[in-house]
């Protein structure tokens, strides 16, 4: 029994296969640390969560275990769909852009077309107040020539040289300039 005591008992000056581990292990442990400390670096977008799943599920394994093909196909199938989603959020975000775009233009357009008509309007209003203001003026003219004919010619120069003044100051734009502008 002794000697099956000592058999058991590592000896004291060699090492036990046990408590030391392998190259080939070591190894494994380095490579598994440098994977995974490159895909700590990577921004998690670049890399699709079931993959990532997948990689620290490999590291975790170990590489000795096989992986399972249904476990790699459900990955790259969750790959295809996550990209297909990227895609359509993406062909959508296009399409509302798209869609923004036309509603915008279609504003500006109502927009000018308001504009246009308020022009109108306003042209539209001052043409009995122009066709008033030319019947006033001429009248004016007419009744001063007539004074100075008369021998009220005091009168008569007045009333000319007022309505002469007057239609030079509506030309110059006195009080009148916003009539003519356009916005």
């Known amino acids: 029994m002794s000697n099956e005591a000592n058999r058991d008992k590592p000896e004291e000056g060699s090492q036990s296969k046990e408590g030391e581990p392998s190259s080939l292990e070591a190894q494994e442990q380095q490579a598994e640390a440098k994977l995974e400390r490159i895909i700590d670096r990577l921004p ?61 233009h279609e504003l500006k357009t109502k927009e000018h077309d308001l504009k246009v008509r308020r022009y109108e309007s306003q042209v539209r209003m001052l043409w009995p107040i122009l066709l008033s203001a030319i019947i006033l003026v001429l009248g004016c003219i007419g009744a001063g020539i007539y004074l100075a004919a008369t021998n009220h010619e005091t009168l008569g120069y007045s009333l000319l040289s007022a309505t002469i003044s007057a239609v030079f100051a509506f030309f110059g734009g006195m009080g009148t300039s916003h009539f003519f502008k356009r916005d």
């Open 44 to 104: 998690p977008e670049q890399i699709p969560p079931m993959l990532r799943e997948l990689f620290v599920g490999i590291i975790e394994r170990g590489s000795s275990q096989k992986l399972d093909p249904e476990a790699l196909k459900i990955a790259a199938s969750s790959v295809d769909r996550d990209n297909q989603n990227k895609f359509l959020f993406l062909t959508q975000k296009e399409t509302n852009k798209a869609e923004q775009a036309k509603l915008d």
